[in-house]
T-cell receptor, first 114, second 110 residues
Framework: EAQVTQNPRYLITVTGKKLTVTCSQNMNHEYMSWYRQDPGLGLRQIYYSMNVEVTDKGDVPEGYKVSRKEKRNFPLILESPSPNQTSLYFC?????????????FGSGTRLTVV | RKEVEQDPGPFNVPEGATVAFNCTYSNSASQSFFWYRQDCRKEPKLLMSVYSSGNEDGRFTAQLNRASQYISLLIRDSKLSDSATYLCVVNPYNNNDMRFGAGTRLTVKP
């Protein structure tokens, strides 16, 4: 089954404790992206990657890092999480240059930083 | 002005009703448009693309008005299962830079 897999689904952590949210897709998509979703603000892009070893900042990149060492994986790293990073996070992928076909999203990661 | 704006609702309608949502966008050069559906606490899922000529998929009809820079979604004969948040998505440059509206919440009641 074609899908985007995120882990974990839920995470509660403390301020300053480094964490990684994993994202993997099995559709051979070149483009992958991370979003956060907060009430009333919609989805905001954190980082995106056009291909292996090619990443770039989205609209709200502060406090986040990403890497794209393999085509299928695009982990999101929070080096020192803070409470304002409490949010619902989605990973998404699509064919490169095929934005016209929309995204496939992972199931989401609900992160709480206390 | 936000790049993509939607009425957050909620829209509360009875089963069988027809309901329509609009979404305005600010970038007149925008190339691709979509409606996504998002159930509570779940991931958004592509409902339909919006073509210049308009398109229909069963009970759902999407329209694009480039002159006024808005897209619309019409749902006929609403079902309880249509209850969800509907996200308007605009792709300004026909690449992967999707811009999401905050969503319109629909509740269909018996």
């Amino acid at each position: 089954e074609a899908q985007v897999t995120q882990n974990p689904r839920y995470l509660i952590t403390v301020t300053g404790k480094k964490l990684t949210v994993t994202c993997s897709q099995n559709m051979n998509h070149e483009y992958m992206s991370w979003y956060r979703q907060d009430p009333g603000l919609g989805l905001r892009q954190i980082y995106y990657s056009m291909n292996v070893e090619v990443t770039d900042k989205g609209d709200v990149p502060e406090g986040y890092k990403v890497s794209r060492k393999e085509k299928r994986n695009f982990p999101l790293i929070l080096e020192s999480p803070s409470p304002n990073q409490t949010s619902l996070y989605f990973c998404a992928s699509s064919l490169y240059g095929q934005g016209a076909y929309g995204y496939t999203f992972g199931s989401g990661t609900r992160l709480t930083v206390v | 002005r936000k790049e993509v704006e939607q009425d957050p609702g909620p829209f509360n309608v009875p089963e069988g009703a027809t309901v329509a949502f609009n979404c305005t966008y600010s970038n007149s050069a925008s190339q691709s448009f979509f409606w996504y559906r998002q159930d509570c606490r779940k991931e958004p899922k592509l409902l339909m693309s919006v073509y210049s000529s308009g398109n229909e998929d069963g009970r759902f009809t999407a329209q694009l008005n480039r002159a006024s820079q808005y897209i619309s979604l019409l749902i006929r004969d609403s079902k309880l299962s249509d209850s969800a948040t509907y996200l308007c998505v605009v792709n300004p440059y026909n690449n992967n830079d999707m811009r999401f509206g905050a969503g319109t919440r629909l509740t269909v009641k018996p």
